[in-house]
T-cell receptor, first 111, second 111 residues
Framework: KQEVTQIPAALSVPEGENLVLNCSFT??????LQWFRQDPGKGLTSLLL?????REQTSGRLNASLDKSSGRSTLYIAASQPGDSATYLC??????????FGPGTSLSVIP | NAGVTQTPKFQVLKTGQSMTLQCAQD?????MYWYRQDPGMGLRLIYY???????DKGEVPNGYNVSRLNKREFSLRLESAAPSQTSVYFC??????????FGPGTRLTVT
């Protein structure tokens, strides 16, 4: 059974720091992996989608990597800003109709 | 382009009452999903629809029914609400295995 974990559960950093969020999954047979952010009381916003054949995707200050063999993905945020404060979730697609979400990492960027 | 919209935003029900949560998307996506999000449990799939006219159960379907009215709309019905159904409900849509796009959510309390 696929399980998705995210460590740490919470992270607090000063503004301007580069940071890495981690996502681990137990079964390497995945279709893709998607990173989301969720602001308090809001829905999920898609950040990046990495297909199983890809190693990384970039969007602005965000870079997501995927290593299927080790069951890991990282989300790198460069030059963090207070507006980056949110909960970040990763989601692994294991089949056409099945997406497993991680529990999320709550990020606080301190001005 | 409104993306994924959900109504209502908030709802309070008494045990045993029924209600329907509405979801619509304007992105011409084939697949639509209903999730619930609970503290400590993460996001869990209730039902999904791979195309107009088809629906399938997800991880936690008990106590819910769905209707894929047309390509745009996917509704979730609670026939007899229970306190265990207190949650935040999210609708999502996607084009066949690619990025999922989420609505803003419905916060439901059952007393």
């Amino acid at each position: 059974k696929q399980e998705v974990t995210q460590i740490p559960a919470a992270l607090s950093v000063p503004e301007g720091e580069n940071l890495v969020l981690n996502c681990s999954f137990t079964d390497s047979a995945i279709y893709n992996l998607q990173w989301f952010r969720q602001d308090p009381g809001k829905g999920l916003t898609s950040l990046l989608l990495i297909q199983s054949s890809q190693r990384e995707q970039t969007s602005g200050r965000l870079n997501a990597s995927l290593d299927k063999s080790s069951g890991r993905s990282t989300l790198y945020i460069a030059a963090s800003q207070p507006g980056d404060s949110a909960t970040y979730l990763c989601a692994v697609r294991t089949s056409y109709d099945k997406v497993i979400f991680g529990p999320g990492t709550s990020l606080s960027v301190i001005p | 382009n409104a993306g994924v919209t959900q109504t209502p935003k908030f709802q309070v029900l008494k045990t045993g009452q029924s209600m329907t949560l509405q979801c619509a998307q304007d992105m011409n996506h084939n697949s639509m999903y209903w999730y619930r999000q609970d503290p400590g449990m993460g996001l869990r799939l209730i039902y999904y629809s791979a195309s107009e006219g088809t629906t399938d159960k997800g991880e936690v379907p008990n106590g819910y029914n769905v209707s894929r009215l047309n390509k745009r709309e996917f509704s979730l019905r609670l026939e007899s609400a229970a306190p265990s159904q207190t949650s935040v409900y999210f609708c999502a849509s996607e084009m066949d295995g690619y990025e999922q796009y989420f609505g803003p959510g419905t916060r439901l309390t059952v007393t």
